[in-house]
């Protein structure tokens, strides 16, 4: 491929995945100005452009998350670089035969059992057929299909054909993997074991894309995220900036009737902590109204998608002034290396209109004002758990 | 006003013999009680209602109910969709017995209880169900029925409707009216009724204090959801010896009151239980208990040697035990893992045995999104006014 000035293209030489400049559209006219279309003739009926100058790579070993609400252009997205869609400018490169999973399931001849399309698909994927065994029988064990595996796929639910689908295509990974949505599959359960194959899948070096709109999967599994809008790409970067980024437009703007004093320099603070011991923060609030308001307090680790919650719906005595709030922790629980925490103010619950929390104001990751906290002790994660709580023995 | 009920039986013929949905049901009601009706979907509750309202006709037994019974069924079942809201009022009274004058005194009072605002001139088929149940909730109440029977319209009300609907039902009950409410909510049970009835297949298998009967009930229903995980999760609830010296009889969650359980609320006390087989003898063991979440992350993760307790040689039969004290963790579902080690070898070889088990964690109150780990006794703060008079966080 030749080189470009594209920045995408600086690691051309060794990246899995590279789009550049990579635009789709869709023609939306009449049938007629299809076949013309297809004809090659001069067609201006109308189009939609779908995608729009999207550049990026992606490393070996590098899972890349893209999200974007529904019609930002994701799905179109993986099905260009799955090869489905041709793209109608730019180049799409990638190393090898993909493997797409797709929540779309399985086309092909519903007549087949579970276990022939199993059998089918590895011989498509040119597996020897002494080793399908074994990979048909960890698809029976993983799918839980149970007697439905022998039967054909048209007696299956469509969270039956999602399972074995998916069950399949991570029995024998390429080097290049797509996902779509599919962590939506099945009850908790499944999930959760569906998620650790996908990352035991990337532990032993494949590399993908993950489309979702569901940034609590996206931060977990990729080192990297791609907010797409409209079809371009609105950010390329850090999780945690890409989610800000995400977010924005459904956070809510603070109200000037009970806010945070200084926020900008209480957000820019860096808190060190020291699992099990005492923390104390002290911070002023500015009320504007006689009403009481109710104090929210969470600790998040983004990366884990987990919340600690420490405290809810303290409700704190209106009045118009500054309060001067202090909250304190008798032990912190959190042993994990870093975290945020967060403050809410918000109405408090019995005086709310809707079912929704009405915020006044917040600190929070998601919103760029955020309070970091880092752990004073180097702790290697993966020794010790994400939280420390004290229990109490006996022996008899 | 009274509602008797002698060895009541309803029938349904279906395909192949007959189908039972209320089996010899004696009951009686007093004036001023207020009783709640619970059961799995298909107990016959329903059933048990239709024959007090006269909706139904027992096949055998006898109905003796003194008063006039006014119910909301199924919801907006007896609101005609093609008229207005206000124009069902009216036909509504008229069903009742109540002259035109009658109905124009409590109108103002029923299109006010019931927050339909200009809607309610609009055709009931507009109406969102929540909009027709209120509508429902409304009219009955307010063209005062001697026995009040209430099935589930509770729930198509928001939250803030619902509480109004309670007062309004208790207050009608405090005037000496009988009120009967069919519910799968627990909490309305106890925060409406002072009387409970729990069904079965058609029998009442417990008639006693709301608090008593819903506790019983949910007990019922937990063994049930309990089974279901059991068989859910085998894959992960195992025990295994790694070395043929020490293995692990049991091990299981606990309740306070020592039964053991899978399925805790959050802020319950929970302990961990194990029995351990020691076939030689063991110097130095310790205890490694670990809760993860399903996507393989560790949330907590204990070794009883660091939390202070030295376990001494074992040899035979031992119990460990590790409280948790009040659950910490937010509502999933959750691996714990029991380790056993020997700590007089190295890290690597250390594992005696493991067993697993699943803990599933039930929300307590309203706490929103997921959180892995909920403590909010380790919260405490409190807030200088500063101009005015001192505060403080409840």
Known sequence: ?396 | MHVRLNRVCKEFPVTNGRFVAVDRVSLEIAAGERVAVIGRNGAGKTTLLQLIAGLAKATSGTVDVEGHVNCIMTLGVGLREEFSGRENIYIDGELNGKSRRQVDAVLKDIIEFSELGPSIDYPVRTYSTGMKARLAFAMIIFIKPNILIVDEALSAGDAQFSSKAAGKMKEISSQGEILILVTHAMASAVAMCDRCLWMEQGRIIMDGPSAKVTEAYREHLREYEEKRIRERFQNIMRRQSVDSRLRIDRFELRDSRGDSRMIFESGEPVLFHLCVHAVGRIERPDVRLSVRRLDGITILQNLASRDGLSLGPMEGEAVVEASLGELALGEQSYEVLAEFLDRDRPPELALLAAGSTVMKVERHGDISDRPAYVSPILHASRLKDLPTEGNGIT
């Not at chain 1, 998350?65 to 529904?70: A, C, K, Q």
């Not at chain 1, 519903?110 to 057929?129: E, W």
């Not at chain 1, 009320?287 to 405290?311: H, Q, R, T, Y």
């Open chain 1, 1 to 396: 491929m030749p080189l470009s000035a594209d920045p995408a293209d600086a690691a051309a030489d060794r990246a899995d995945i590279r789009f550049s400049r990579v635009h789709k559209d869709f023609l939306i006219g009449q049938f007629g100005d299809v076949m013309k279309n297809l004809l090659g003739l001069p067609c201006d009926c109308p189009r939609v452009r779908a995608l729009s100058g999207i550049s990026f790579a992606v490393q070996p070993g590098q899972l890349l998350g893209v999200l974007g609400r529904n019609g930002a252009g994701k799905s179109t997205l993986l099905r260009v670089a799955g090869g489905i869609y041709e793209a109608d400018g730019g180049t799409v490169f990638i190393h090898g035969n993909p493997t797409a999973i797709f929540e779309m399931g399985i086309l092909g001849n519903q007549h087949l059992t579970g276990r022939a399309f199993s059998d089918f698909y590895f011989s498509f994927r040119d597996i020897p057929k002494a080793k399908r065994k074994d990979l048909i029988e960890d698809v029976r064990e993983f799918a839980e299909l149970e007697g439905y595996f022998d039967e054909p796929l048209l007696t299956y639910s469509s969270g039956m054909l999602a399972r074995l689908y998916f069950a399949v295509v991570t029995a024998v990974p390429g080097r290049v993997v797509l996902i779509d949505e599919i962590l939506s599959v099945g009850d908790e359960y499944f999930q959760g074991k569906s998620f650790k194959r996908l990352v035991n899948m990337l532990s032993r070096g494949s590399s993908g894309i993950l489309a979702t709109h569901d940034w609590f999967n996206a931060i977990r599994l990729c080192s990297r995220i791609l907010v797409l809008h409209e079809g371009r790409v609105e950010f390329d970067g850090s999780p945690l900036e890409a989610i800000r980024r995400y977010l924005k437009p459904v956070i809510p703007e603070a109200t000037r009737q009970v806010f945070f004093l200084n926020k900008e320099r209480l957000a820019s603070r860096v808190l060190s902590y020291r699992c099990g011991d005492p923390l104390q923060i002290r911070f002023d609030v500015e009320s504007a109204i006689e009403d009481d308001f109710c104090l929210g307090v969470a600790v998040e680790i983004p990366k884990l998608s987990m919340i600690a919650l420490l405290g809810n719906d303290k409700v704190i005595r209106g009045g118009k002034g500054t309060h001067e709030i202090t909250v304190e922790f008798p032990e912190f629980p959190v042993s994990y290396p870093e975290c945020y925490l967060s403050l809410f103010l918000t109405r408090p619950r019995a005086n709310r209109r809707g079912a929704f929390e009405e915020i006044y104001d917040q600190i929070s990751w998601t919103t760029g004002a955020s309070i970091r906290m880092v752990n004073e002790e180097t702790v290697q994660f993966g020794d010790h758990a994400v939280f420390h709580h004290p229990l109490c023995w006996s022996v008899r």
